[in-house]
């Protein structure tokens, strides 16, 4: 439009030194012709509307804006005078809007290769919420902002998932998590419709969980030698536990309790129908329900512990925990990437565990 707009000016100015050798009798003249051709025009159009183009809107606008309505109104034009009017109240906008731009545009854009990545993420883990996606990459070395991964989930047509309140006795077990551990037996079915019990066991500090074994018959003393076995676990990684949180459930004996006491481990039951005072253990019971028993078939018992035993390494080893600030149970965050050139070449590499189900990321050697 600016090379047209520049085209109408100088073709324009020519015009205005050709009409000055010119008599006022020969303008009149010129006058009269141009506005029989109007007319002319007007009647093979058949009342039909003119289309300008923008260039001509900015030329009419420039040109006609300084003459009185009046005297508008006594020209012979195409348009009303109103509509010349607002052709030049639209220009005189639009160049205070160009002349208010701020000169700093803002944040600069997050880095294309970063995008990629929490698009990639999110597509290959459709169940991953901004908060989740936000701790693998802080995991990766990738510092952004969750509000960040909030803004390309929503750029791209993906939805957020919305994050979940946190528990009631959030305060008191965090300054109580170093002698916390909490215990909880849930239930698996296999293909054949077999029930099989799995008691864990998850460290408030820490959240390391501990999968202490799957039956389909929880006696008394299968229940006591995983109290047992876990006694000997603890003293290896010289864990120093003082409370043990459990429910009432009657799968656990009362030698059980006197394991742990003997331990110097006291145990505490939670109120009844009060999953609350149990939360955390809840919450990574609903974690291996969402992200492995609801999304594969268990076959027996063997292909059940194999399963439990690989998600257990991934949840300690790998995957991100909110409470502990996305860190690993078993490992800290690392150092965030501060080289540009890294982070504008990230080369991210998938390793796949159980059949493709859970996903693992890392740097490529």
């Known amino acids: 439009m600016l090379l047209r707009l520049a085209y109408l000016g100088v073709t324009n100015a020519f015009a205005m030194l050709r009409l000055l050798p010119m008599t006022d009798r020969d303008k009149d003249t010129e006058i009269l012709a141009l506005r029989h051709q109007i007319t002319v025009l ?57 002349s208010c731009r701020p000169k700093h ?58 994050e979940r309140n946190s528990s009631m006795c959030a305060g008191f077990l965090r300054a109580q998590a170093d002698a916390l551990l909490a215990c909880d037996f849930f239930e698996a079915v296999t293909l054949s419709g077999a029930r099989m019990y799995v008691l864990a066991v998850i460290e408030h500090s820490s959240r390391r969980i501990r999968i202490l074994g799957a039956t389909a018959h929880p006696t008394t003393s299968w229940v006591a030698q995983a109290a047992r076995n876990l006694v000997m676990d603890l003293e290896d990684v010289g864990c120093r536990a003082q409370f043990m949180i459990r429910d009432g459930d009657g799968k656990f004996p009362g030698l059980f309790d006197d394991v742990l006491k003997d331990a ?50 991934f949840y300690n080893i ?21 080289d540009a050139n890294k982070l504008t070449h990230l080369d991210i590499r998938r390793r796949d565990r159980l059949g493709s189900l859970l996903h693992e990321y890392h740097h490529a050697a």
């Not at 600030?325 to 965050?333: E, G, M, Q, T, Y």
């Open 42 to 98: 007007e009647r093979q159009l058949n009342k039909q509307k003119v289309r300008f183009r923008p260039s001509d809107r900015v030329f009419l606008a420039a040109l006609l804006h300084r003459l009185p309505r009046h005297i508008l109104g006594r020209l012979w034009l195409l348009v009303r005078p109103d509509t010349v009017l607002r052709w030049h109240r639209t220009l005189v906008a639009r160049r205070r809007a160009t």
């Open 105 to 162: 545009p803002g944040r600069p854009r997050t880095v294309r290769s970063i995008r990629v990545l929490v698009l990639r993420l999110a597509k290959e883990n459709p169940s991953w919420g901004y908060r989740r996606l936000h701790g693998e990459l802080l995991v990766l070395g990738v510092r952004v902002g969750a509000s960040t991964v909030w803004e390309i989930l929503k750029e791209a047509g993906i939805a957020p998932a919305p």
């Open 264 to 313: 110097g481990i006291e145990v505490i039951l939670s109120g009844i129908q009060m999953p609350r005072m149990n939360s955390i253990t809840e919450r990574w019971v609903q974690t291996c329900r969402h992200e492995l028993l609801d999304r594969t078939l268990i076959w027996n018992q063997r292909h059940l512990l194999h399963a439990l035993r690989e998600f257990e390494q």
């Open 318 to 338: 790998h995957r991100p925990h909110q409470g502990i600030a996305n860190a690993r149970p078993l490992h800290s965050l690392p150092a965030p990437i501060t």
